[in-house]
């Protein structure tokens, strides 16, 4: 069991101070003005700017995606939904694992929105607008803080035991993390791809926003609150976490 626990948390680790350090020097390279990363930000964003322009319907499909479908708030309400059901299972330290870190990714987003202070890219026909400043991408922080610990979450809990005749299908079983792993790709990556498509974010706006998020998870789960065994829970017929 210990070497299984040492397994876990070295990949953890890896991911944890990798995160960390890239994260760091993308903060600074964004806040001194490093002049590489701006040419490549300005290229990437006038492309784009200029296919958005040139497609309105296009436009208004990933507006929605990006306002409503992976909005802050939806991110937020989906954390809220999955604390609420980690709860019911008995599931108490991660459910506020998962609490601390989508407050978290809020705290960080707008201290370092403040503490950057990145204008936001400014165009003469823009196709959509946003608030506060641009680094890091709130969107694409809040995604991938979300869905990165949901993720965690079916995961480990594919490995759960279960209460005698009610473990589902093998099948299903395996599918879940592999479903949840694709939505939550697609969903932190269309997320970044929508904010800079609309031209209200930079590329290096949306990789903070992804570091950031990918070091609050990492955080978030190494010690194991969202993981490891335990009986079987009277009262929803599953473990207590």
């Known amino acids: 069991m210990r070497s299984a626990h040492v397994r876990l948390r070295t990949p953890l680790a890896c991911a ?17 003005g490093w002049g590489p990363l701006l040419s490549l930000d300005d290229r990437i964003a006038r492309g784009l700017h200029a296919y958005a322009v040139a497609h309105p319907g296009t436009t208004r499909l990933i507006r929605v995606l990006s306002d409503w479908v992976w909005d802050p708030w939806t991110m937020r309400a989906l954390a809220g939904a ?3 059901w980690l709860w019911w299972r008995g599931r108490g330290r991660c459910a506020l694992r998962i609490a601390l870190a989508t407050l978290a990714a809020s705290a960080v987003s707008q201290g370092l929105k403040a503490w950057v202070g990145r204008e936001r890219p400014v165009w003469p026909d823009p196709v959509d607008s946003a608030a506060y400043a641009a680094y890091p991408s709130g969107h694409a922080l809040t995604a991938t803080t979300v869905c990165g610990l949901l993720v965690w979450v079916a995961a480990r809990g594919s490995a759960r035991p279960y209460a005698p005749g009610l473990r589902p299908p093998r099948w299903l079983v395996r599918a879940v993390p592999a479903v949840a792993l694709l939505l939550a790709a697609v969903s932190a990556l269309g997320v970044g791809f929508t904010r800079i498509y609309l031209g209200v974010h930079w590329f290096s706006d949306v990789l903070g926003g992804w570091l950031l998020g990918a070091l609050l998870v990492a955080l978030a789960v190494s010690d194991g609150a969202c993981s490891g065994r335990s009986p079987v829970s009277p009262r929803a017929g599953g473990p207590v976490r």
């Open 16 to 32: 944890l101070v990798a995160a960390a350090i890239a994260s760091a020097a993308l903060t600074v390279l964004v806040a001194v």
């Open 82 to 84: 999955a604390c609420l």
